[in-house]
């Protein structure tokens, strides 16, 4: 009798872990309960961002192209690509245009005025739509989508280039912030190079070269876990070891550490 009784609860406690090991890996949900999902100021301002509709006038992703007859530059201004530092001094002055639509030394600047009024799209003001905590997202997407933060150590800053040239920040989101929707993968996003995300899926440089030449690494194409997600998450990491010299791999690998250290934070100051 107990025998069979110690069956039984065997059979049960099987029976109990494989639906729990089935939740986890089939209804995210769960896993975000679960799981500690990494959020950073700059991806929270890109959801910002959509949800006041800037990329309907500054192009997707804020990368232009829109046209803006009447304009003295024929387009909507990008934020993407260094075009801020044409427009915007300081992290202050951003506040301002998404407060106020402009910076008070160009709203109280006549010739600045009769340009706007000339133009079909004018910036419009959002301090009535926008709280503190979204301001400073805002304020940190815009700064890390300005391509304006860049590293001094030259290794690090060609890394910079390749990155931008590769379009990794496609995927891992402006300056590596993360938090693009991601299909099947373990917490649903993809992963960026600023938190804990990046610490448990890279341990040390040979595993971050590995990640960018082979598009993922050994540890956790060996764990039936990791392989699990990696296999089954619809974005996967490209491989780029047949198309870049070891050294710009190494670059890539550099600039990669350098977001990761955040030595440029915050980027709301």
């Not at 804990?196 to 341990?203: A, G, N, W």
Request: include cysteine; aromatic fraction near 8%; charge should be neutral.
């Amino acid at each position: 009798m107990w025998r069979a009784r110690i069956h039984s609860l065997i059979a049960r406690a099987l029976i109990t872990l494989a639906l729990l090991e089935s939740a986890w890996l089939v209804y995210p949900i769960v896993r975000r309960h679960v799981l500690a999902i990494e959020d950073t100021p700059a991806a929270r301002g890109r959801r910002v961002a959509a949800a006041l509709g800037c990329f309907g006038c500054h192009g997707p992703e804020g990368n232009g192209g829109v046209r803006n007859p009447g304009s003295e530059e024929g387009t909507v201004p990008a934020f993407t690509g260094q075009t801020q530092m044409m427009f915007v001094k300081d992290a202050g002055e951003l506040r301002e245009y998404v407060l106020d639509g402009a910076p008070r030394r160009k709203r109280e600047d006549p010739d600045y005025r009769a340009r706007m009024e000339a133009a079909a799209h004018r910036m419009p003001a959002f301090r009535s739509y926008v709280d503190g905590g979204d301001l400073e997202d805002l304020v940190a997407y815009l700064r890390a989508a300005s391509g304006q933060v860049v590293p001094d150590e030259p290794r690090a800053a060609r890394g910079a280039e390749l990155a931008a040239d590769l379009g990794c920040f496609g995927c891992h989101g402006p300056l590596g912030a993360g938090g693009l929707p991601n299909p099947g993968s373990l917490k649903g996003y993809v992963p960026g190079f600023w938190g804990k995300d990046f610490d448990d899926l890279v341990r040390g440089d040979d595993e971050l070269r590995e990640w960018i030449a082979e598009g993922g690494s050994r540890r956790l194409r060996e764990h039936p876990v990791g392989s699990f997600f990696i296999q089954r998450q619809a974005i996967k990491m490209a491989a780029y070891g047949r198309f870049l010299a070891e050294d710009d791999v190494g670059a890539l690998a550099a600039y990669v550490r350098w977001v990761h250290a955040g030595s440029w934070q915050p980027l709301s100051r």
